[in-house]
């Protein structure tokens, strides 16, 4: 991927963030399921209206996909990869943590990773094989090699899951909360994942492991960290339970969570 090509996908993700923040207001407040639906979905259609087809004319060859909870294999070729509000339901309550993400997939495998934050002003890139980078300083994961002082997290499963799933959250909280310092459970996924990018967190797991991630397991990967399955597998865009974490508490974060 070159660097023309990430420039002008940052471009465009800037130009989607701005158009969300002139829609979000931290005294927002929703008073009802039905209204808070509404917002969701006006601030996915806003950013996504104005996305495609800024990547469209960036790259023509590659397909759009938006559909930030899907899972499984992709068919060959690229794919634009979006989550038009990462963290909606953040925004329509008035909470700062939310951002607008692209991955840019090839044949399965994420090469081009943006993710912003308008409230913030922070602006995530990795290319593959090119490093991680906020703004211009070049990303690292943390150096911790004790699970003890580390800083965790997970994200929180969407409603209709298999019960069972969420028995395995809260298992999974459980064990890990007695050995690390601290665990997070919140949302978005992509907030937590670069946040261990940048050293800020140590590790993030996740048992559904959704397309839309893909732009966050690149960052870490290109800042120096591990991403593999709970297992210890490679990390597959199509697989289920991933770890993502700095090198020096990757394997004692898989014994706790296996």
Known sequence: MSQELLAATTAAVRDAGARMLARYSPASRQPGLPELLDSL??????????????LAAIRPQARWLDDEHGSGPLPPGEWWLVDPVG?????????????VGVSLVRDGRPVLAVLYFPVLGEMFTA???????LGGERLQVSAKTSLAGALTGTGQAQPGHDPGLLERMGTSFTAMAAVALQVRISVPVSHQLAQVAAGRMDLHWQFDNVRSHASGVLLVQEAGGVVTGLDGEPWDLAGGSYLAAAPGVHAAALDVLG
């Open 41 to 54: 979905h006006a601030n996915d259609t806003a950013v996504a209206e104005g996305l495609r087809p800024a």
């Open 87 to 99: 963290g909606n339901v953040n925004a329509v309550h008035g909470m700062p943590d939310w951002n």
């Open 127 to 133: 290319r593959e094989g090119g490093g991680a980078f």
